[in-house]
């Protein structure tokens, strides 16, 4: 007789499994009982939000906050660290965490990550976190004069012990603002737009780079659109390529387009979410101005067993020199590569828009 053990199947077929833990819960409850459920973040703070000790996993978080200062999201950093490890496996700005950049908020859901009405102020987070002995998860803010209102619930189970085949999660924040790319003068659209070769993935736009044991789940992309031609203006063409393990050029994961490897088709314009991939903000007129897109490898991680490069064109053969930014998930054993250093406060933040 066949016999099913509950591993195959969708998300929910799991929920019958039984299983031994505890619910804990870190939040900013009013202390005194009253309704001040909130913690007051001053410029230069860093507060601890989480401190557990023992076998665990990190459920679910939610986070609200405002603050009078500007792009405070980009100002304020999520840090976490696992089982006493001396570099933080998630460093990333706080807006750009719960998967959008810019420091803006839109209404979104995904499956892991979403922002809820109104205009997405509440961030939520369903990525598990596992950690064996402990799990710290602090916020700083690097605001210049107003203090952050933060209001936040962090959902853990603890364990006796933790399953030895568990990945530590990890998330990591990059920039390049402009990408390396050439000018338009002196060329027609079509040479600008598709002309041009790269037969190296030399110059792409780095989403992440890791080394150990683990698996890619994804990014989101946010590119402000700086360049300027006569005629569409589209942003895209940019094929990814994902060197796993050292592999040489081409790589076994080689793409055909920006929007392609978000799941999308022929220069979209319009916003649009989904479960694993969207597009939540698309732009204005000719795709100016703020663009963000998230793809989440939920059912088709990426496995590594030494490394991964995760990469992308900027513009075909790397011609464009736009804004881009991004924010990289993935699971690993520990240790992991420290992460470059977080550009400092003024290299966070987002250009006005043109």
């Known amino acids: 007789m066949l016999e099913s053990d509950g591993t195959i199947g969708g998300p929910l077929r799991s929920l019958a499994r039984l299983r031994r833990a505890r619910n804990r819960r870190a939040s900013s409850y009013d202390r005194s009982g009253g309704n001040q459920d909130y913690i007051s973040v001053q410029p230069g703070e860093t507060v601890t939000l989480l401190e557990a000790e023992g076998a665990g996993c990190i459920t679910h978080i939610w986070m609200t906050s405002a603050c009078q200062e500007p792009h405070y999201l980009r100002r304020c950093v999520l840090r976490m660290w696992w089982d006493g490890e001396p570099h933080p496996s998630v460093e990333v700005p706080l807006g750009d965490f719960f998967g959008l950049g810019h420091a803006e908020t839109r209404n979104f859901t995904s499956l892991p990550l979403a922002m809820t009405p109104q205009a997405g102020r509440g961030m939520v987070c369903y990525f598990p976190m596992p950690f064996s002995n402990r799990a710290v998860v602090s916020l700083t803010s690097e605001c210049a004069r107003e203090p952050v209102r933060l209001y936040y619930a962090i959902d853990y189970e603890s364990y006796v012990r933790l399953a030895d085949e568990l990945g530590r999660f990890h998330a990591q924040w990059r920039r390049q603002n402009p990408c390396d790319g050439i000018s338009p003068a002196g ?3 079509d040479e600008y737009q598709f002309g041009g070769t790269n037969p190296s993935g030399e110059g792409n736009y780095v989403i992440l780079e890791a080394e150990g044991w683990g698996h890619y789940v994804g990014c989101h992309l946010d590119i402000q659109n700086l360049t300027r031609v006569d005629g569409p203006n589209w942003y895209g ?3 990814e390529m994902i060197f796993v393990d050292g592999e040489a ?3 076994s994961l080689h793409g055909t387009g920006t ?4 799941n999308l088709a022929w220069c979209p314009s319009e916003p649009f979410t989904s479960l694993y991939f969207g597009l939540t903000m698309p ?3 000719n795709w100016s101005g703020k663009i963000s897109l998230y793809r ?3 059912e088709d991680p990426i496995y590594f ?4 490069r995760v990469t992308i064109e900027h513009g075909h053969a790397n011609r464009r020199c736009d804004d881009y930014a991004s924010t990289a998930y993935w699971y690993q054993v520990e240790p992991h590569k420290p992460f470059p250093p977080l550009p400092p406060v003024e290299a966070r933040l987002p250009r006005p828009d043109e």
């Open 187 to 189: 060329m027609s659209l």
């Open 237 to 239: 063409e940019g094929d």
């Open 249 to 251: 050029w081409p790589p």
């Open 259 to 262: 929007e392609d490897y978000f």
């Open 283 to 285: 732009g204005g007129p």
């Open 296 to 298: 989440y490898h939920i």
């Open 305 to 308: 067993e030494k490394s991964i």
